[in-house]
């Protein structure tokens, strides 16, 4: 089971609704919008997709990682590490 | 016109793979991938909105930006701003 | 002349205090401080920073950007990729 | 004690070296640096300051959400909750 399996219901449909998102911009492309108008569309997608990102962060914290703390030193230190490593990537995006 | 009228073609394709990006999140969340790998693809799917945002901003400056420079000190300022605030609003995502 | 000519004092003043609360993180290291409370402040300092980043942004862009743009395309051209790349790298920041 | 105990030294050291850049960004202003190079240097800082913040988000899961794993449910879902807004604080700036 995946860390987030309680809440793939709510996680399907708004990614869903990015994917509406994201070919709307492609539809305000093909109209030739003001750029100014679909870049801030695009940051209204990608703030999507970090909030969906940050509720799969919390999923994973909240179950693999305090499994891991319950399981062993060595275990919580290697899944923390990856955690870490997961919100560099988020934060150098 | 807008600013990527001659790009038009390259951002409606990349807005694309980036569509089917996100069909490939949903599809990882319903086949229940472990979280940080969900999230690393979310990282990369950010990145690729980002990049085309930095396209859409250079394709502004260089033609919507530049024109109004051409035309006034007071129209500049204006476009100037309106870029700078898109760009307040990138980084805030 | 730098475009941000204009706002000097304003910005030294506000590099000033940017360095007075990295002074404060290190204290709050010091003294123990919860890593959430340092955590938060060093999201505010980083907030700090790139809202003086925007400001030059936009300085640059009304003055060094607008120049080059009442000179040529090509002197345009040369000055709006340099900016975007400079977007590009408080981005991955 | 805090989560970041064992690092104490080197965070000091780190937030003493960003100190020192800061204070060259504004020696920078000061000699009327080029506006891109003072935006260069800033994602520099920036980069340094989240790089502090991922040591001590780390530190923190390692300890602090550790030890509540251990301690109760509870307990944890609360640390990974304040743990996550950490985080979404440092991905909106």
Do not use: F, N, P
């Not at 990015?18 to 492309?29: A, D, F, N």
């Amino acid at each position: 089971m995946a860390g987030y399996a309680d809440e793939k219901d709510a996680l399907r449909a708004r990614l869903r609704r990015i994917e509406g998102q994201v070919r709307g911009l492609t539809r305000m492309v093909e109209e030739d919008t003001y750029c100014i108008d679909v870049l801030t569309q695009i940051s209204a997608v990608t703030k999507g997709l970090q909030s969906v990102g940050l509720t799969l962060l919390q999923d994973h914290l909240d179950h693999c990682v305090v499994e891991a703390a319950r399981e062993s030193d060595e275990a919580a230190t290697a899944k923390v590490e990856e955690a870490t490593q997961a919100v560099a990537r988020l934060l150098r995006t």
